[in-house]
T-cell receptor, first 114, second 115 residues
Framework: AQSVTQPDIHITVSEGASLELRCNYS??????LFWYVQSPGQGLQLLLK??????LVQGIKGFEAEFKRSQSSFNLRKPSVHWSDAAEYFC????????????FGDGTTLTVKP | EAGVTQFPSHSVIEKGQTVTLRCDPI?????LYWYRRVMGKEIKFLLH????????ESGMPNNRFLAERTGGTYSTLKVQPAELEDSGVYFC?????????????FGQGTRLTVV
């Protein structure tokens, strides 16, 4: 069965600092990977996705993620965090016959210090 | 274009009562998914509709949950009778295609509190 692990429940960074959120997955085939963000009072917004090709994917809001098959990881990064990035972030792996059916991690809450 | 719309945004009910959640997918999206997040844990898949048919309901927790999508447009998720452990956030998502490359778009969720 597929699974997703986000080891960090809560991360605090200073505004302007770099950010990396970790995600490890377990999946028997080529994974389809997603990062979502949920800001307070908002729905889940897709930040970026990886299906194939270049292992470094660019997303919205200045985020990027790198797929590393050897480490079963798909970590999310941003070079300079803004206060508006404070939110909860979810990594997910999609079923490769039905990408809308995804397995999510527990989420990482990001706090941004001024 | 309107996104996925869910209502109510919040619902507080007593144990044993019935609650119905509604989801309006993006227009033209045949595929509709329900998920829920209980007690701050992971977001879990409940079921998948293709038009009005249940394609996959492997995530439905028990028979107190009934999902419908009459006419293949909006969907409802009824919980009857509600239990305390049903509290959480219920998300709906929709997608145009059912394949391994088309991600789903999520709504804002309905926060259900059972007291």
């Amino acid at each position: 069965a597929q699974s997703v692990t986000q080891p960090d429940i809560h991360i605090t960074v200073s505004e302007g600092a770099s950010l990396e959120l970790r995600c490890n997955y377990s999946y028997g085939a080529t994974p389809y990977l997603f990062w979502y963000v949920q800001s307070p009072g908002q729905g889940l917004q897709l930040l970026l996705k990886y299906f194939s090709g270049d292992t470094l994917v660019q997303g919205i809001k200045g985020f990027e993620a790198e797929f590393k098959r050897s480490q079963s990881s798909f970590n999310l990064r941003k070079p300079s965090v803004h206060w508006s990035d404070a939110a909860e972030y979810f990594c997910a792996v999609g079923d490769n016959t039905n990408a809308g059916k995804s397995t999510f991690g527990d989420g990482t809450t990001l706090t941004v210090k001024p | 274009e309107a996104g996925v719309t869910q209502f109510p945004s919040h619902s507080v009910i007593e144990k044993g009562q019935t609650v119905t959640l509604r989801c309006d997918p993006i227009s033209g999206h045949d595929n509709l998914y329900w998920y829920r997040r209980v007690m701050g844990k992971e977001i879990k898949f409940l079921l998948h509709f293709v038009k009005e048919s249940k394609q996959d309901e492997s995530g439905m927790p028990n028979n107190r949950f009934l999902a419908e999508r009459t006419g293949g447009t909006y969907s409802t998720l009824k919980v009857q009778p509600a239990e305390l452990e049903d509290s959480g956030v219920y998300f709906c998502a929709s997608s145009q295609f059912w394949d391994g490359h088309t991600e789903a778009f999520f709504g804002q969720g309905t926060r259900l509190t059972v007291v």
